[in-house]
């Protein structure tokens, strides 16, 4: 293990150092800084993030340049006007004690002739984001005809950004003969070919494995009707209780619109487009970053400032007109080894353009269905419980003790807990239950609903299975034994763990119904409901089982019918004042999920990148 002394950095650089406590160089600055320092090379990095990158081209950078003039000699490409920042800073704590230095940060965003000044009055080292520095060329504010060093910082990121024109140009400028030091966390096939472009046989290092955080996104989509787009929406974050995600749209209004109702509905959720002035984007962003917001609505051309690591979803709610945007989005997930979902919401007719995206992603999309009704419920309530699994005591909750106590004396643990989740699952159960099956099958489809449309039979749901001590043949006959009915009137019958289906003749359903409307079996309330799949079987839509297969996915799904039941209070988490008032709607149910952060931090805490 070699210090930083061993590695060749000047006494200047070492007192740095010192005074910044690095006690060590990490792995990537140990391989890149004797091989910048001795060599004149161009150099591909690949590590990630949260490596000590900077330091790993900063530090050789300062090493060489000549401070005592006042040309530019060193240009950083960022992707960020935060990263550009953040570089320009930590350059500067790198060489407190190399005297003359003067390292100039260039972003958007902010008085470009301020920028100039500053640039004018000698800046050695120039760390710019690509689009501020093009603009900078243009109106001849920066001479970069004398660069020596350039480096290309997150290199992945500015091309996922859509910067690879800005690149171009702007190293189209500068000279031949210098060095060009790319860094970057992933090496997809846009980083090679600028690698290959503008740089002469590199050398090569790498900390970790190559294109990780690609290889960490699956990619999937999901069939609905167009107008279906939003429930699916719900119905997806619902399913996935500790999302943190990036939704994105296509219009500046949809996604004003798809924020306002998710806000509406009882998420968190803001939204991130151009016409929101920078202050607004500003506390957008810095909401989603502290996790306040769990669903960030944003246009593409908006997205590009993010660098949030742990991003768990992407939503493609509309696909973009441009096949190649879709990288940049799923880009988004995935990040620094962590794995990540890109979701694709398609309609019938956008089928075709997933198969593009395949192309150019070199990578197939999965076929997902939105879960059902019981499916989000067990979800949910799984969730609840570690939640509740993981939750500290507060210990203020005790002198009110032994009133609680009391009231409980005679339920024994058992049924407290029973009692306890219902609370929250009957809410979810009695939206989740009216709540009707939003896949689309990809063909035969007008065939099949056309089929089941004629049957004369009636599919139902009943809330038993084998978990109540049913197989099929005890379904059947306790069925035909409650509802008085004949020998083959029930039939179909397809007993799950909890629940089960069976069909009869359509005549019955009627009866059937009404019947079910207050009947107890073990104390327990039956509830039988009409099933969308009149086919029965489970085999009625083009092939795929709906309610067959995948125990976890038959539900009775979503099931049309059923009395409008209030779906929920009104929010009455009183102890946030930030969040607003959450509605009685889809997204009711979510509200103590949402309601302390503080609880959704701990149990979930995902460590972010180490950044001062
Ligand atoms: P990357 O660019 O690879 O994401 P950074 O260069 O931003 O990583 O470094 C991440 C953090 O680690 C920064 O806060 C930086 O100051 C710190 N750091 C870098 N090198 C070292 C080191 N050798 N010892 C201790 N801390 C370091
Ligand atoms: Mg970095």
Redesign the pocket.
Known sequence: MSTFQDLGLNDELLQGITD???????E??EKAIPILLNEETDLVAL?Q???????AFGFPMLQKIDVNSRTTQGLILSPTRELCL?IAN?MKAYGKYCKGLNVVAIYGGSSITDQAREVKRGAQIIVATPGRMKDMINRKLVDITKIQYSVLDEADEMLNMGFKEDITDILSGTPEDKNTWLFSATMPKEVARIAKKFMLDPKEITVGHKNESTSNVTHEYYLVNARDRYQALKRLADANPDIFSVIFCRTKRDTQKVAENLIEDGYSAGALHGDLSQNQRDIVMKQFRTRQIQMLVATDVAARGIDVDDITHVINYQLSDEVETYTHRSGRTGRAGKTGVSMVIVSKSEIRRLKSIERIINKKFELKEIPNGMEICEVQLMSLANKIHNTEINHEIDKYLEDINGLFEETTKEELIKKFFSVEFTRFFNYYQKAKNLNVTASSNDRESGRSSNSNDTRYFINVGEKDGFDWMKLKDFLKEILELGRDDVFKVDVKDSFSFFNTEKEHQEKILAFFTDYKHEGRFVNVEVSENRGGGGRSRGGRRRDGGNDRRRGGSDRPRGERRSSGRRNDSGGDSRRSERRSSEGSSRRSESRDKSEFKTTHSRPR????
């Open positions: 910044l406590g690095f006690e060590k160089p990490s990537v600055q590590a993030t949260g490596t000590g990158k900077t330091a953040q930590e990148r180490s950044r001062r």
